[in-house]
């Protein structure tokens, strides 16, 4: 073991050593940054062979002319707690950005306040949604009532809706009109600027949409689109995902499926078309991509432009009986992240695993600003300049994602380092883990957790030495609990009738009563708690070396 040390440590500083040097930006020089980041973009679009499905131009040219991820993980599948994530540079853990009710103060210190302290000029608009205190009162009240034993459908039952004829580019209009405010920022701000600048445009698609039929709180479970759009789409390309049979389900991923109303029969016609809809938003996402890049390319301002395309989370679209995310399947976990632009090298593919708090010190580090200390994420600089920043940390080749909110009724941890997929729940003790070989089973429908014990301890042991997560799900058991009491006292006696219009209306009606009990025997029952052992960094370090060598 201790030789292997010895090795690694070599091997590392002769890493750092062959690339001793920075981007070494004059002031002058700094390049612009912009970053485009759309909702519910599942990341494996973004190269072969999942990029044979739908026509993405821009995203293709992104990947031609720069560097792309190919194992790029949100460090919490939902909305809200991935922004805060991307915004801060820490795991969720960390900023407590437990729900999307949940995430940070308005008072955070963001990359994009530290671009404009340094003297960038900084703009953001359209979707930004990493700030607590938002969303529907439904969402925060499922994700603090997840530890009730009851079992209610939330969400509509995914459907589809095709509008407009061949020539109806324009469906997500309010897209587009943030798409149309970047264009004119470009071309009318942007381009007089003496000082560089730092755009940051939000997207909502490819999120599906609003299901009006449900009422003005339903959750957004309809896939819509236009001819036009769907065109894109290979039809013949569009996969039905293997389910496992109902039985055989994780009981944690088969209460996201209830809770999601995907518990029901599909048909195969069903599923596809769900599939080829969601591709198609993703085409409408590509070409408002396209139109800021072609305003940057026409104002000849591209090449002095770092340019970014990401996204929060995926979607399932039926992967799994699920639609959504709130998931660590890949579907609902992995993200596009294409950067190309000055210093970035093209046509370069990344497969080390990395996440969304790495963009934080990437770009300060592209926009040559000090680092400040405690970021969870490390730069990417080097895997996508060949030049590593002087003191940089080098990226430690795991992901860990994690999350607390609603639709998953466990705590839940995602591990991700060389071929493994390592999820684990709770505290560590009551709810099995799942572990996949995504080399060999890419579709996650093999938990082989049983059959590799040592990897499973291997890994388990990682994981605590990043996170005490026991601890944390503690932490939000408790919280849970605190917020719901609070919400429940200031209702007063309209509790009764506000908690049984909730977007799980249907079902609680048929019994509000018990449901009310269920609710009542939970906030009484005390927390568990569990005791853990500390662990020893030898076995720790077992896991890392294959990483290593993989640099
Ligand atoms: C950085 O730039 C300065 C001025 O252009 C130059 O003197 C210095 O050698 C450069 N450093 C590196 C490491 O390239
Ligand atoms: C943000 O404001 C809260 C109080 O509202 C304060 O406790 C916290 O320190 C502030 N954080 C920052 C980064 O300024
Ligand atoms: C679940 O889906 C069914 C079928 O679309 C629908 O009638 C029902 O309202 C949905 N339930 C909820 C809670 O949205
Ligand atoms: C988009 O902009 C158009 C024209 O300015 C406006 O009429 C429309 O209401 C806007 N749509 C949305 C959803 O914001
Ligand atoms: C989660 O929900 C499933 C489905 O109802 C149930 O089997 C399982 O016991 C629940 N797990 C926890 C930890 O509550
Ligand atoms: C960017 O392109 C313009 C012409 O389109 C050219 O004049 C300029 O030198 C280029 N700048 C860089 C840094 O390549
Ligand atoms: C994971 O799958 C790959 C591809 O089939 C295989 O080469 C590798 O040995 C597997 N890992 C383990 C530990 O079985």
Not at 272 to 294: K, P, Q, W
Not at 297 to 308: F, K, Q, S
Not at 345 to 356: H, V
Request: proline share 6%.
């Amino acid at each position: 073991r201790n030789m292997l040390l010895f090795r690694v440590l070599v091997l590392l500083i002769l890493h750092m050593n062959a690339h001793c040097m920075s981007l070494n930006w004059t002031s002058r020089d700094r390049p612009n940054l912009v970053m485009l980041m759309s909702d519910a973009f599942d990341g494996r679009l973004t190269f072969s062979p999942g990029n044979k499905v739908v026509q993405l131009p821009y995203i293709n040219y992104m990947r031609g002319m720069g560097a792309v991820f190919l194992n790029l993980y949100t460090n919490s599948p939902i909305c809200c707690p991935s922004r805060a994530a991307m915004w801060s540079g820490q795991f969720i853990h960390l900023t407590q950005a437990w729900n999307n009710y949940k995430c940070l103060e308005p008072n955070a210190t963001t990359w994009m306040d530290r671009l404009g302290k340094s003297g960038y000029h900084t703009h953001s608009m359209g979707k930004l949604d990493y700030t607590s205190g938002h969303h529907s009162v439904s969402n925060r009240v499922e994700a603090w009532t997840r530890d009730v034993p009851f079992l209610l459908r939330q969400e509509g039952r995914p459907v589809t809706d095709l509008v407009g004829d061949a020539s109806t580019k324009r469906v997500m209009t309010k897209d587009w009109n943030v798409t149309d405010a970047a264009v004119q920022w470009i071309q009318h701000t942007a381009v007089s600027l003496a000082q560089p600048f730092a755009l940051y445009v939000g997207l909502n698609l490819p999120h599906p949409y609003r299901t009006d039929s449900l009422g003005p709180t339903a959750g957004g479970s309809t896939f819509r689109t236009s001819p036009y759009w769907l065109n894109k789409v290979s039809y013949d390309q569009v996969s039905v995902p293997k389910w496992l049979q109902v039985e055989d389900m994780h009981p944690v991923d088969y209460y996201s499926t209830f809770t999601k109303n995907c518990s029901g029969h599909f048909t195969k016609e069903e599923i596809r078309n769900i599939r080829a809809f969601y591709y198609a938003m993703c085409a409408e996402t590509d070409s408002m991509l396209g139109e800021v890049m072609a305003a940057l390319r026409d104002t000849g301002l591209l090449n002095r432009t770092v340019v970014l395309f990401t996204s929060d989370h995926g979607d399932l679209a039926m992967e799994h009986r699920q639609f959504y995310k709130m998931s660590m399947f890949e579907g609902s976990s992995h993200v596009p992240l294409l950067i190309m632009g000055p210093g970035v090298k093209s046509g370069f593919e990344i497969s080390l695993p990395a996440s969304l708090v790495d963009i934080y010190p990437t770009v300060l580090d592209l926009a040559g600003v000090p680092q400040p200390g405690g970021l969870s994420g490390h730069s990417l600089i080097p895997m996508i300049s060949g030049v590593s920043v002087q003191s940089a940390e080098p990226h430690p080749g795991w992901v860990l994602s994690e999350y607390h909110g609603c639709n998953a009724n466990a705590s839940t941890y995602m591990l991700r380092i060389a071929e493994w997929k390592y999820i684990t729940y709770a505290d560590g003790l009551t709810i099995p883990p799942q572990l996949f070989n995504l080399s060999k089973d890419e579709s996650e429908l093999k938990n082989v957790a049983s059959h590799f014990p040592d990897v499973c301890q291997d890994l388990d042991k990682l994981l605590r030495t990043i996170v005490d997560y026991p601890s944390v799900s503690q932490a939000v058991h408790s919280y849970n609990k605190q917020q719901f009491l609070e919400w429940k006292q200031s209702l007063g006696d309209s509790y009764s009738q506000v908690i049984a219009n909730l977007r799980w209306h249907i079902d609680w009606q048929k019994d509000a009563k018990s449901y009310e009990r269920d609710i009542e025997e939970w906030l009484l029952g005390s927390p568990q708690i569990h005791s853990h052992k500390p662990l020893s960094p030898s076995s720790v370090f077992r896991i890392f070396f294959p990483i290593f060598r993989a640099w």
